[in-house]
């Protein structure tokens, strides 16, 4: 299980521990070190089931800087993948890519019945 994540994010913080706590094995990835590439973020998605939107940081300085909220509607889902692809800050995290799993966000009941 991959676990992508900012270090410095008090969400991120909040699932490595549930992560932790669970004894749930994972490999770290930082997602600004190490940012998601085009064709990774293509097969999370497709994978995932969700909407592109949900693999934004909407609440991001870089979001709101680039007025992404009003762009993205008009942006085809390859642009928002490529754009996605540019920089970790633009992604929502943490992200959890297991097999056949793919999470965005710690919302603590879906992990749990998703990673149990």
């Not at 998605?45 to 969700?50: A, I, Q, R, W």
């Not at 940081?57 to 942006?75: A, F, I, R």
Request: aromatic share 10%; charged share 30%.
């Amino acid at each position: 299980m991959l676990f992508i994540h900012y270090p410095k994010c008090t969400t991120c913080q909040k699932a490595k521990k549930w992560l932790d706590e669970n004894n749930i094995e994972y490999t770290e990835r930082h997602i600004v070190e190490n940012n998601p590439s085009f064709e990774e973020l293509k097969q999370w998605y497709e994978k995932s089931g969700l909407e592109l939107k949900k693999f934004f940081n909407t609440s991001g300085l870089l979001y709101k800087e680039m007025q992404l909220k009003n762009k993205l509607p008009e942006m085809s889902e390859e642009e928002q993948l490529l754009l996605l692809s540019t920089n970790g800050m633009l992604v929502k995290r943490p992200i959890v890519v297991c097999d056949d799993t793919v999470l965005v966000g710690f919302r603590e009941a879906q992990w749990a019945e998703k990673l149990k």
